[in-house]
T-cell receptor, first 114, second 115 residues
Framework: DQQVKQNSPSLSVQEGRISILNCDYTNSMFDYFLWYKKYPAEGPTFLISISSIKDKNEDGRFTVFLNKSAKHLSLHIVPSQPGDSAVYFCAATGRIQGAQKLVFGQGTRLTINP | ETGVTQTPRHLVMGMTNKKSLKCEQHLGHNAMYWYKQSAKKPLELMFVYSLEERVENNSVPSRFSPECPNSSHLFLHLHTLQPEDSALYLC??????????????FGSGTQLSVL
């Protein structure tokens, strides 16, 4: 039972255009969401997060949108740059069955073409 | 440089070997984690330590044995592994107590191959 899903294993975008990465979750107890970015041969690094009390959080070129009713969040990168090419993991956290849980999606490989 | 250092970066071992993965964090964090990343699968949590106490063990086989001697160091001892255990093993730390999953800081991982 995969509680956090990134249905697109890969995405290719032209440099300068907008990249949109999507993530769906199933458990309404998740109350905080994060995006991590991973380059080859490195560990994931935190990118941006959003609390369930908000529907948007922006940090420079990165914006995360949360649609609680649809249990869907998305990461927008604009304009996309070649250095954004990486694997992006969505993660959700919340108190589930008495314990704090953090669940990751499978990741989406983003390729920015010059 | 995330402040979390893992060694070795690569490890090849036979099924009868015993080896250990090491993780050290220089961030003054209270919680440390072991994750497993297999190809095309989500990161899987293996163990969580908070203030040197194991607070979570996600049904990990006993051939994986964690050790946390202090809040800055975490080990994963490996014994009689199987080929399906080949994966990237990631260590992480966070400031929050008792595995509260605040922002995680990951090491670069150990790419393990079991022959």
């Amino acid at each position: 039972d995969q509680q956090v899903k990134q249905n697109s294993p890969s995405l290719s975008v032209q440099e300068g255009r907008i990249s949109i990465l999507n993530c769906d979750y199933t458990n309404s107890m998740f109350d905080y969401f994060l995006w991590y970015k991973k380059y080859p041969a490195e560990g994931p690094t935190f990118l941006i997060s959003i609390s369930s009390i908000k529907d948007k959080n922006e940090d420079g070129r990165f914006t995360v949108f949360l649609n609680k009713s649809a249990k869907h969040l998305s990461l927008h990168i604009v304009p996309s740059q070649p250095g954004d090419s990486a694997v992006y993991f969505c993660a959700a956290t919340g108190r589930i069955q008495g314990a704090q849980k953090l669940v990751f999606g499978q990741g989406t490989r983003l390729t920015i073409n010059p | 440089e995330t402040g979390v250092t893992q060694t070795p970066r690569h490890l090849v071992m036979g099924m009868t070997n015993k080896k250990s993965l090491k993780c050290e964090q220089h961030l003054g964090h209270n919680a440390m984690y072991w994750y497993k990343q297999s190809a095309k699968k989500p990161l899987e949590l293996m163990f969580v330590y908070s203030l040197e106490e194991r607070v979570e063990n996600n049904s990990v086989p006993s051939r994986f044995s964690p050790e946390c001697p202090n809040s800055s160091h975490l080990f994963l001892h490996l014994h009689t592994l199987q080929p399906e255990d080949s994966a990237l093993y990631l260590c992480a730390s966070s400031q929050g107590p008792r595995g509260s999953y605040e922002k995680l800081f990951f090491g670069s991982g150990t790419q393990l191959s079991v022959l």
